[in-house]
């Protein structure tokens, strides 16, 4: 066996002849063990928070959406259809119209977007899933709309209330407002559903058909603001959008999902690397306990160094040995963190102690790379610590 090595192991396994020491090298291993357990529980629950964040993009964004690169409308033409048909890996897509209006029920107003969509549009993106109350759009009845929950929430309204429809206004493109009766185009919609999802998405939308949408909006029959696609394969979506954007050209824009939500990706990505500093930051100013607890056990351990050094040990084997007792000390800390913090997210994920509402628990996710991240994190640092520690140790210490 490597003679520092043994040496580390019996020391860390001893009692120290001072109790003090004891006591500062069980606070030392305990701030190890509370810096691994709040590392790997953050990264945890940003993984978790990651894949929930997702989640609600999927059901609110499709795969890839086609617009015009500049303007806001196009018109579908064979050859986009043609196109689309013809491509294997697309498994739907949905011909849509988008544009900014102004709600308003009964005394209450709330600006919002109106959203026309065809009968594909659920095989596109699974909106209809996320429906809390009443059904999606049925395109046996005219003027049916589906609105989001804050909407709803906003303007006090009910659905199948036939008395009381919710009025769309939009405004006339070029038209003054010296007379307001004449600056707006307007429709009355009977909500027959109420959809959830992220706070940004259930304020957002008011789903309705394709036709009252371009009708309101005085578009023609093919004009339309986009054309969202959904794949068969999600893993293919970037040659498929490459795909797209050369056999459409430039004069259209083909963002994947991932585009269209860029700012919503570098903010959760950011907020999960700055957590991971700041408490990597922690487990640094936690690991100045094990400095100081090395450094104590070396004064402690002082008669027996010099012991080892007129056995034939050499400086740099009685360095190690400290190296190896600190590296040991983090590795065990370690452990001990690693398992309480899988211990906890497991729980979590089973029974949901910890809540964000009264329904949705807070998302946590076990992952292998976590679990290397924080192993790699504690193993470099301990050993950066254990090293500064036994740096204190010199020839003239040793045989004073």
Known sequence: MNFPFYIAKRYLKSKSSTNAINIITLIAMFGVIVGTLALFIILSGFSGLRTFSYSLL????????????????????????????????????????????????????????????????????????????????????????VIGNGISYKLSLRIFNLSDP???????????????????????????????????????????????????????????????????????????????????????????RTELNALIYKVINTENFVSYLIFTLIVIIALFNVIGAIIMMIIDKRKNLKTLLDLGSTLKDIKRIFVLQGFLLCLLGMAIGLFLGMILVIIQQKFGLFMITQNIPYPVEFRWANLIIVMLTISVLGFIAAKIASSRISYNFVTK
Do not use: C
Request: aromatic share 10%; net charge negative; charged share 25%.
């Open 58 to 145: 999927d059901a609110s964004d499709p795969d890839i959406k086609i617009s015009p690169a500049q303007g806001k409308t196009f018109e579908y033409s064979k050859t986009i259809d043609e196109e689309l048909i013809s491509n294997t890996n697309i498994a739907s897509f949905s011909k849509v119209v988008e544009e900014r209006v102004f709600l308003k029920y009964k005394d209450k107003s709330h600006i919002a977007y109106v959203k026309g969509v065809d009968s594909n549009y659920t095989e596109v993106v699974a909106v209809d899933s996320s429906l809390v109350v009443g059904t999606w759009i049925d395109p046996e009845f005219r003027n049916t709309a």
């Open 166 to 256: 919710l009025k769309v206004f939009v405004p006339k493109p070029g038209k003054g407002m010296l007379n307001a009766n004449n600056a707006f185009r307007s429709t009355n919609v009977q909500i027959t559903g109420v959809y959830s999802g992220s706070e940004e998405f259930q304020n957002k939308y008011v789903f309705t058909e394709l036709e009252v949408a371009q009708e309101l909006l005085n578009y023609k029959s093919e004009q339309i603001t986009a054309v969202e696609i959904k794949l068969r394969d999600p893993n293919l979506i970037d040659e498929v959008t490459e795909v797209l954007q050369k056999s459409l050209g430039n004069q259209y824009k083909v963002e994947t």
